[in-house]
């Protein structure tokens, strides 16, 4: 490739990059995709000749074929309180599981989540969009032969006008309904979120309405989560692509951090709507020796972001002047204090000037929440040789951090945390 060519294509992709960097680009993602979805519902059925018509109707008749034929000829003795519940679990739930996560995720430590949830967001509705362009299949009480009614006409046609501006009755196949909750659901457990198996439940509801209310087919559904899946790999492949800055290897190694001028420490959530910043109370300043510990501190934040936690991360031998004061300060801004503890991490701590061992003593004062993390080959050295803030360690509970059993080490430390602030801080 031609060395201009590649620079100049460089340089036209770095304004978008730039702009998909902050959350509040991000956003811009999927209100495209509405708009998008508008205007692909009030255009499609203008485009479609009799001959495509006929085309989506032959692969209705194959799905059902497909489904064994199912029977919904007795959907009209469905309990009004039924038809009432899946109404609302289908136009309700789904709108709310995509909101919610926006909101969520926008809220989280660092963008990674968010921007994996929009770019799933926009390729599940690109992946879906050329089947509903060029194979209009019409949902299940829209095919003649199905047997189907619309259950939540009984409560009003009002339901599926206002479903209507954002889709076609012809975008059968596949459910874009699917895959969208389940985006939802696979990017919640990918990024290990809070309330995940509730997430799953509601999706997995908002899947069964929409089947149930005869408007999806089952094939449809499946694709739906296929189309899903798919979405969530391009998704991360581009953000891996372009931002590898978000996806460390849990291996790297540490660099010794540049003086940053007084302020929030590196690695808090910044946004434009302070409101939105995570918690106070779920701060977490890491606190460890570079020799021996950088590796595991590097895991430990990586997991407690992931878990929602805002970390602080640095180096234990800093230089002099306003660094020092600025890590101090970060100390008194966290409630929680995680203390990774290798082999050998306090055998330093009884010289008066050791760093490691200035930030234990600023936590004590403080009244900081101190949880050591303890790797093995770690021992205490004996309280003899240790100075009296740092010998009280012994005292504390620890969370032992097994590689085997990752998950519960961090399920451990993360009890900890939610516990109530230490000191009313």
């Not at 004061?325 to 008066?352: M, T, Y």
């Amino acid at each position: 490739m031609d060395p201009g060519t590649a620079s100049g294509r460089a340089a036209a992709m770095r304004g978008p990059r730039e702009l998909l960097r902050t959350r509040e680009g991000l956003l811009l993602l999927p209100l495209a995709v509405a708009v998008a979805a508008l205007a692909q519902a009030q255009a499609e059925a203008a485009r479609w000749s009799p001959e495509t018509y006929a085309l989506g109707h032959r692969v209705a008749q194959a799905l059902q074929e497909l489904e064994g034929g199912l029977d919904f000829s007795g959907a009209e003795a469905v309990p009004s309180w039924m038809v009432a519940a899946l109404t609302g679990a289908y136009y309700l739930l789904q709108p709310a599981l995509l909101a919610g996560a926006l909101v969520v995720w926008f809220r989280a430590p660092t963008a990674r989540p968010l921007r994996l949830f929009v770019g799933s967001l926009v390729a599940a509705y690109a992946l879906a969009l050329p089947f509903h362009l060029l194979l209009p299949v019409p949902e299940r009480w829209a095919f003649p032969g199905s047997g189907a009614m619309l259950l939540s006409d009984r409560l009003g046609e009002g339901w599926i006008r206002a479903a209507r501006l954002w889709s076609s009755p012809d975008d059968g196949f596949p459910s874009l309904h699917a895959a969208l909750a389940a985006v939802v659901v696979i990017v919640a457990y990918a990024v290990r979120a809070r309330g995940r198996h509730v997430v799953l439940c509601l999706a997995l509801l908002a899947g069964a309405s929409s089947f149930f209310l005869g408007l999806t087919w089952l094939p449809g559904l499946v694709m739906g989560v296929a189309v899903a899946g798919l979405a969530f790999a391009l998704a991360t492949r581009w953000s891996r692509g372009w931002y590898p800055e978000e996806w460390p290897s849990p291996r790297a190694s540490v660099a010794v951090a540049e003086p940053q001028p007084a302020g929030p420490g590196p690695h808090w959530t910044d946004t434009a709507f302070p409101f939105l910043r995570p918690g106070r109370q779920r701060r977490v300043f890491i606190s460890y020796r570079r020799d021996g510990a950088s590796d595991l501190a590097r895991v430990v934040r990586m997991e407690l972001e992931r878990r929602g936690y805002p970390c602080f991360l640095d180096v234990d031998d800093v230089g002099a002047g306003r660094f020092d004061a600025r890590l101090l300060r970060e100390i008194e801004e966290a409630p929680n204090f995680v203390l990774v503890l290798a082999a050998g991490s306090l055998d330093r701590c009884r010289e008066p000037d050791d760093w490691l061992r200035r930030e234990i003593a600023h936590a004590v004062r403080n009244s900081r929440r101190i949880v050591p993390l303890v790797a093995e080959g770690f021992q205490f050295p004996a309280d003899a040789d240790l100075p009296p803030e740092v010998a009280r360690l012994a005292g504390l509970n620890a969370v032992v951090y097994s590689h085997a059993y990752f998950g519960a080490s961090f399920d451990r430390l993360e009890e900890f945390l939610r516990a109530p602030p230490p000191g009313g801080a």
